[in-house]
T-cell receptor, first 116, second 115 residues
Framework: GNSVTQMEGPVTLSEEAFLTINCTYTATGYPSLFWYVQYPGEGLQLLLKATKADDKGSNKGFEATYRKETTSFHLEKGSVQVSDSAVYFCALSAPSGSGNNRKLIWGLGTSLAVNP | KAGVTQTPRYLIKTRGQQVTLSCSPISGHRSVSWYQQTPGQGLQFLFEYFSETQRNKGNFPGRFSGRQFSNSRSEMNVSTLELGDSALYLC??????????????FGEGSRLTVL
């Protein structure tokens, strides 16, 4: 079946440090891959996505590359800021049932705390 | 384009009561999903509605129910509240048809506290 595994947190970094949050997946076919972010007290919002192999999603200095050969979609940022403190969720979208129905499969989330 | 709107944002109930939460999706989105988020369990899928029909369902007891109206607005109801139902309830909508990439658009959530 389809599944997403992401590194456990919490992750604590100093400002300007390099960030990597690992995400690997298992899926049949060709899923789309997403990173969502949840800032304190808010709902989730899409951070970036990639819809096919070798695509690189990027936003707000974050990047992730869809690696089919390693079934990975690791999130990276070269220099984190205090404002990046949040929970990050990796997810994949795979066909579910008939027609164009797709279902999101979620990782458990990784909490990031950035200290000044 | 207005985002997903959830009401109420915060509410406090006591054990045994029931609660109804509302969600208005992005205009044109026909799919609405509900999630429960707690510190210990993470993001748990409750159910998804599409064109007024429940399309997917998570592993929650029958006390949790939902519905969707013809204008795509959705409500979820929890009856006989328990302390463990305290959580952030998130609603998300997505585009249908050829525009459906699986991407979900979330509201800010309804935070329920059960005393």
């Amino acid at each position: 079946g389809n599944s997403v595994t992401q590194m456990e947190g919490p992750v604590t970094l100093s400002e300007e440090a390099f960030l990597t949050i690992n995400c690997t997946y298992t899926a049949t076919g060709y899923p789309s891959l997403f990173w969502y972010v949840q800032y304190p007290g808010e709902g989730l919002q899409l951070l970036l996505k990639a819809t096919k192999a070798d695509d690189k999603g990027s936003n707000k200095g974050f990047e992730a590359t869809y690696r089919k050969e390693t079934t990975s979609f690791h999130l990276e940022k070269g220099s984190v800021q205090v404002s990046d403190s949040a929970v990050y969720f990796c997810a994949l979208s795979a066909p579910s049932g008939s027609g164009n129905n797709r279902k999101l499969i979620w990782g458990l989330g990784t909490s990031l705390a950035v200290n000044p | 384009k207005a985002g997903v709107t959830q009401t109420p944002r915060y509410l406090i109930k006591t054990r045994g009561q029931q609660v109804t939460l509302s969600c208005s999706p992005i205009s044109g989105h026909r799919s609405v999903s509900w999630y429960q988020q707690t510190p210990g369990q993470g993001l748990q899928f409750l159910f998804e509605y599409f064109s007024e029909t429940q399309r997917n369902k998570g592993n929650f007891p029958g006390r949790f129910s939902g519905r969707q109206f013809s204008n795509s607005r959705s409500e979820m109801n929890v009856s006989t509240l328990e302390l463990g139902d305290s959580a952030l309830y998130l609603c998300a909508s997505k585009a249908g048809g050829q525009a459906n990439t699986g991407e979900l658009f979330f509201g800010e959530g309804s935070r329920l506290t059960v005393l």
